[in-house]
């Protein structure tokens, strides 16, 4: 039976987004992310429509966030779809009314779900994960961040690729996939939130784009895409420049630059540096470089999420407004996922990629490691007396504290460094060096990534 033409035009683009991506060579697991909605389902029909020439095992996975009523039928819709294209599926529902402190339950249900979808890939040694995010998710993402005063890095929006995750339908436009749903008579599942204008992008998607459509572009989503493709290239080479620009020293509640270091850098690598290493906003970011050329020592600025700047004899300090508690752990880290670090003020990023980065971390704010190395589960502690480690590149152990001296790290802030131990050992000295024993290799396999952020950092 011919395919509808719809059907295989559509396809055909979900191919060449993917070829021309570099999105998938051929051979691969793939974790099909699947909501129900039009367009997961044309994700998952294009995928399967794909898998015999692209030798693609696929495996559907469906996260119920319970946030609403009828969700648990999307969950049943969602395993009947993979079952008629038989192909095994994993479902699972959250706990109830689940909301991390200080979170949204947006925010809360998008880290879940990407937690859950990298469980279920790694259960299965996936190697990817692929999501229905399409040009006019891209175009809204852009736009909305544009209205909040963003900068290069926000105007990339949604990486097409990042990690294992992949976003084949990136180049379709919402159009497209009801069209292709319509073509096969799949009767996708409905989110009454998507209409809920409490939310800010149901604003942008019902009113303000199709506004800026009728009046100004009726190719908007795309000249917005193709702005986030340009950003994302130049924000890559901005984030190289700073990275071996300057990196700021971790102190205790926050990090700590020297400020003729970081003003004799031209302003855009200034910017970046700072933002590189703590989340603000453009505004907040020029004020504290202000700070750094007029101010003088005891001067501050004050920040979100409780956060100061502070001149003080040459160092620009950023971090708690008010003292921490002392330090306290262990603290059991979430593999792959995000872990809160309330004794520190911070939280630990980790995920694993299966190819190794085009530019390697310096070991201080992140790291990578060898994933095959570590001794789940990993927890964020604070220094002991005894503890040894191996510092990258030596082969004997050696004191910790003989370490931080060598450093120079004052007494008075040792106690508050975070270490990242797996089982007796230290894999981390956060704001330092990793352990020799967990680096990666050229066996390495399995690269797992962690990264420190400040609070209010995203």
Wanted: aromatic share 4%; glycine share 8%; proline share 7%.
């Amino acid at each position: 039976m011919t395919e509808p033409r719809a059907v295989r035009e559509i396809v055909a683009r979900v191919r060449s987004t993917i070829a021309q991506r570099g999105m998938l060579k051929g051979g691969e697991s793939v974790v099909v992310a699947v909501s129900g909605g039009p367009d997961s389902l044309c994700l998952l029909h294009a995928l399967a429509r794909l898998r015999p020439a692209l030798d693609l095992e696929l495996h559907v996975a469906h996260f119920d966030h319970r946030l609403r009523e009828g969700s648990a039928a999307d969950a049943a819709f969602v395993a009947r779809a993979a079952a008629r294209l038989g192909l095994p599926a994993t479902v699972r529902a959250a706990d109830a009314n689940f909301v991390p402190k200080g979170r949204s339950p947006e925010e809360a249900a998008r880290d879940r779900r990407y937690a859950f979808l990298e469980e279920v890939a790694d259960s299965l040694g996936a190697a990817t994960i692929a999501t229905g995010h399409t040009l006019d998710d891209q175009a809204e993402t852009v736009l909305m961040r544009v209205l909040a005063g963003t900068g290069t890095h926000g105007l990339g929006g949604i990486p097409p690729v990042r990690g294992r995750v992949i976003r084949p339908l990136i180049t379709l436009r919402r159009d497209d996939t009801e069209r292709f749903c319509r073509a096969l008579r799949l009767g996708p599942r409905r989110d009454p939130t998507n209409t809920d204008t409490t939310f800010t992008r149901n604003v942008v998607r019902a009113e303000l784009l199709p506004f800026l459509m009728d009046r100004f572009n009726v190719r908007t989503p795309e000249a917005l895409s193709r702005l986030a493709d340009l950003a994302r290239d130049e924000d890559a080479l901005l984030d190289e420049l700073a990275a071996g620009a300057l990196e700021p020293e971790i102190v205790p509640g926050g990090v700590r630059f020297a400020v003729d270091r970081l003003l004799a850098l031209p302003v855009a690598l200034q910017r970046r540096v700072l933002r590189r290493a703590v989340f603000l906003d453009a505004e907040h970011t020029d004020r504290v470089l202000r700070l750094c050329r007029e101010g003088a020592t005891g001067d501050q600025v004050t920040l979100p999420s409780a956060l100061n700047a502070t001149l003080s004899y040459g160092s620009l300090l950023v971090g708690r407004a008010t003292p921490d508690p002392e330090p306290s752990g262990p603290v059991t880290i979430t593999l792959p996922g995000v872990t809160d670090l309330p004794p520190w003020s911070m939280r630990m990023r980790t995920w694993i990629e299966t190819q190794p980065p085009r530019a390697w971390p310096d070991g201080r704010r992140v790291c990578v490691l060898d994933a095959a190395r570590t001794r789940p589960p990993l927890v964020a502690r604070s220094p002991r007396r005894g503890d040894r480690f191996r510092p990258l590149g030596m082969r004997g152990d050696k004191r910790l504290g003989d370490f931080f001296t060598d450093a120079k790290v004052p007494r008075s802030e040792r106690d508050r460094v975070v270490l990242v131990a797996s089982g007796a050992d230290i894999a981390w000295v956060v704001g330092h060096r990793p352990d020799d024993r967990f680096k990666v290799t050229a066996r390495t396999r399995r690269f797992l990534w962690l990264e420190l952020e400040q609070e209010g950092e995203k």
